[in-house]
């Protein structure tokens, strides 16, 4: 091989590793889902924030891991990220369409509400075209009943709240087959789910706050804590306040 | 190996006198500049740096650790300034002379410098063992006097009840430390054993922590109060601690437990007696609603098996979430 070939093939490897090196920092370790930012949405002192859990993530390459959803606040569609922005010292309206299906806490500390206006959760029911009225709740007891399929927490704000699951064993049998949950049949958007709703206030100063369920849910993993708990933009995620 | 013309290894020179008089004289100011310098720096070290080397004071242990670290830190002192000096010294003046090819005198094993080396060497270190080794024992360190199994209690009496405190008795404060990933919360059994994500204790109280995890292996840090235990799934660790300062302190988990392991601490606080009565009382019939469903009190808990109810039962979900692992259990991925 010649002179040239040989400094030609060393440089064509360089760069393929090069790439490869980078490919990796960039898209793989340093990749992070999108961040939805509700920041320009707050409107007199108060933003609404949507978010959805899924027992499946169609959308991703992972279609067999539970998943939280959020809500676009510019298109109105679910994106498949945990991450969202939101203002200081505004009062953050939550709302969660919970799909999954029950799951016991294995501390049953976390099924009691906290952090939030009141430390009570309001909690309705929707089932074949039904919603149940909406009850306030302050604590689920997850080892008793089926009640409590994830939660989302703020250890750092102090705020747990667990979302309530469909109740009945016919509803747990059936429930979504998609992520995220958007449609009109009973596979989707009409399967059976709770709605969660609950009100806090972000901290004066901004700041980044890591969330993530205390329901170890991921099923397979180690503990239940691997897969779709360690892996943002699933159970997981963080809410960045911005001053 | 270098011969004379005549084929013998050529005797070695004894030294010139004026050289041998350099040596002593290098050998005076070394000895007289080490001493010199380890008087100073030991006081320096001992009275200056020592009141501020971690992790504080602010616990009997934690002030216990500062002595330690002083003692051990004031006793190395004076190999370190040693080793320095003569390393220094050699660099300054020994150096080889510019145009000078010939080779240094041959050197000579000393009796004297062997034996002073090995003796005080022996003796630094092994006095260091033996001090180190009832310190971890006797008054308030790790090793023997925690664990799993505590040999000694640091002094400690046992607890006379696990149902009920009062302070300045013989009956140590309970707190249970649960690790999970990823959060720390703290069970007070004395007190109707209700669990909350609050560490707060009472000064000048002793207290026996009983730490342990409901997962992965976690690590109780509350370090300036000089606690460090490991939280393992299945096994109660026994630390103890007196608080002596008001004020609040960090908790951080110091055991790599998952990718949330960095934002794993929390901040405990110090309060009065009093305050700390008037917390728990107010703290218990907070967390009343929970309290009466979490699994009775135990030192450590098995979430494989739950008293699932009728509808978790029918579902099959007899476990706490996601498939836990016994730590022996063969299929653990």
């Known amino acids: ?243 | 190996m270098a011969t004379d013309a005549s084929g013998a290894v050529p005797s070695p020179r004894p030294a010139p006198a004026p050289v041998a008089a350099g040596r002593r004289r290098d050998a005076l100011w070394l000895l007289t500049l080490w001493i010199a310098a380890s008087v100073i720096g030991c006081l320096l070290v001992a009275l200056v740096w020592g009141p501020h080397l971690p992790p504080g004071r602010a616990s009997e242990q934690a002030a216990s650790q500062q002595t330690d670290y002083t003692v051990l830190a004031t006793m190395a002192t004076p190999v370190v300034i040693g080793v320095l000096l003569y390393f220094g010294w050699a660099l300054a003046f020994w150096r080889q002379q510019p145009g000078d090819e010939t080779d240094a005198a041959p050197q000579h094993g000393s009796l004297k410098v062997q034996t002073t080396w090995i003796v005080g060497t022996a003796a630094i270190v092994l006095s260091l063992a033996i001090y180190g080794t009832v310190e971890l024992i006797v008054p308030a360190g790790a090793g023997g006097g925690q664990g799993p199994q505590p040999i000694f209690n640091n002094g400690m009496p046992p607890a006379a009840s696990t149902t009920s405190w009062s302070p300045n008795s013989n009956n140590v404060l309970q707190v249970q430390v649960i690790g999970q990933q990823w959060a720390w919360t703290y069970r007070y059994p004395q007190f109707g054993g209700f669990e909350t994500t609050q560490l707060v204790l009472p000064v000048d109280q002793p207290v026996q922590f009983n730490v342990t995890s409901l997962d992965v292996i976690h690590s109780f840090w509350a370090y300036t109060l000089g606690v460090k235990a490991d939280a393992n799934p299945g096994v109660n660790d026994v630390a103890y601690a007196t608080p002596n300062t008001m004020g609040y302190f960090q908790v951080r988990c110091d055991e790599l437990c998952g990718i949330w392991h960095g934002a794993m601490y929390d901040t405990g606080q110090v309060m009065s007696v009093a305050d700390f009565q008037a917390w728990t009382q107010a703290t218990a019939v907070k967390m009343a609603s929970v309290t009466k469903i979490l699994p009775p009190y135990a030192l450590t808990y098995d979430p494989t098996t739950i008293p699932a109810g009728k509808i978790n039962q029918a579902l099959g979900l007899t476990s706490a979430g996601g498939g836990y692992y016994n730590p022996a259990d063969p299929e653990q991925p």
């Open chain 1, 1 to 243: 091989m010649s002179l040239q070939a040989r400094v030609a093939t060393l440089a064509v490897a360089f760069l393929a590793v090069a790439a490869g090196v980078i490919f990796v920092v960039f898209h793989i370790i340093g990749a992070q889902p999108p961040v939805e930012n509700y920041a320009p949405y707050a409107k007199n002192g108060a933003v609404d924030v949507m978010l959805m859990t899924t027992p499946e993530t169609t959308v991703s390459n992972k279609p067999d891991w539970v998943s939280y959803f959020i809500k676009n606040p510019a298109t109105g569609q679910f994106d498949h990220t945990t991450y969202f922005q939101v203002p200081a010292n505004t009062k953050v309206n939550v709302t969660i369409l919970g799909y999954d299906g029950c799951t016991p806490l294995r501390n049953p500390l976390w099924g009691r509400v906290s952090g939030v206006v009141g430390d009570v959760e309001n909690v309705a029911y929707v089932n074949k075209g039904q919603t149940t009225p909406t009850q306030g709740v302050s604590t689920f007891d997850s080892w008793a009943d089926c009640s409590v399929q994830h939660t989302f927490a703020i250890p750092g704000l102090g705020i747990n709240v667990p979302v309530a699951s469909p109740p009945t064993v016919e509803e747990n049998n059936n429930l979504c087959e998609t992520g995220p949950c958007v449609g009109n049949d009973d596979d989707t958007g009409n399967a059976p789910h709770s709605v969660v709703t609950f009100s806090f206030t972000t901290p004066k100063t901004a700041g980044t706050f890591r969330w993530q369920c205390f329901v170890p849910c991921g099923g397979g993993y180690l503990d239940g804590n691997g897969g779709p708990m360690g892996t943002p933009g699933y159970m997981m995620g963080q809410m960045e306040v911005r001053a």
